[in-house]
T-cell receptor
Framework: ELKVEQNPLFLSMQEGKNYTIYCNYS?????LYWYRQDPGKSLESLFVLLSNGAVKQEGRLMASLDTKARLSTLHITAAVHDLSATYFC????????????FGTGTRLQVTL | NAGVTQTPKFRVLKTGQSMTLLCAQDMNHEYMYWYRQDPGMGLRLIHY???????AKGEVPDGYNVSRLKKQNFLLGLESAAPSQTSVYFCASSWDSSGNTIYFGEGSWLTVV
């Protein structure tokens, strides 16, 4: 059974600071997804990482994937208040029709 | 751009009642999914479909049934609702399983009393 663990579960950070969210998973996978969810809203796709060593960046967010370590990171650079949300990683088990197993989420709060 | 549309968005049911959630997508996607999200948790897969006329069980299928009679629609049914099924339900769709973006609907808030 695929297990996905995120940490931290809650992160309070000041504007302008950098931080990293970690996503560990338990079985072989070549595909990992990062989503953002605002309170009461749906999930917004941030990144799709498809291979070992993949790195993608959008604005202040950068995601990477190490399939050998079964680890993905979401790095936040110079955080701003608008980044406050819950971030989920989701792992697609190899050969499973894009069925995703989600982490429990990291609630990010960026304070002034 | 409609994308993935879910109806209804909010519903309150009494224990034992039945209901159907409708998911419609206009992107001609083959794959569709139903997830549930409980407070403080990630999403868990209920059922999914890899094409018209096909369905399969996910991680938490008990108490739910699904149908995919048309490619664009994926229905989730609760035959006899239980308080444990109080949750937010998300539908999702994707083109195929080659790592394309998976799109989510806005969610359906269901309360069973």
């Amino acid at each position: 059974e695929l297990k996905v663990e995120q940490n931290p579960l809650f992160l309070s950070m000041q504007e302008g600071k950098n931080y990293t969210i970690y996503c560990n998973y338990s079985t072989t996978s070549d595909r990992l997804y990062w989503y953002r969810q605002d309170p009461g809203k749906s999930l917004e796709s941030l990144f799709v990482l498809l291979s070992n060593g993949a790195v993608k960046q959008e604005g202040r967010l950068m995601a990477s994937l190490d399939t050998k370590a079964r680890l993905s990171t979401l790095h936040i650079t110079a955080a701003v208040h608008d980044l406050s949300a819950t971030y989920f990683c989701a792992v697609e088990e190899t050969g499973t029709a894009s069925k995703l197993t989600f982490g429990t989420g990291t609630r990010l709060q960026v304070t002034l | 751009n409609a994308g993935v549309t879910q109806t209804p968005k909010f519903r309150v049911l009494k224990t034992g009642q039945s209901m159907t959630l409708l998911c419609a997508q206009d992107m001609n996607h083959e794959y569709m999914y139903w997830y549930r999200q409980d407070p403080g948790m990630g999403l868990r897969l209920i059922h999914y479909s890899v094409g018209e006329g096909t369905t399969a069980k996910g991680e938490v299928p008990d108490g739910y049934n699904v149908s995919r009679l048309k490619k664009q629609n994926f229905l989730l049914g609760l035959e006899s609702a239980a308080p444990s099924q109080t949750s937010v339900y998300f539908c999702a769709s994707s083109w195929d399983s080659s790592g394309n973006t998976i799109y989510f609907g806005e969610g359906s808030w269901l309360t069973v009393v």
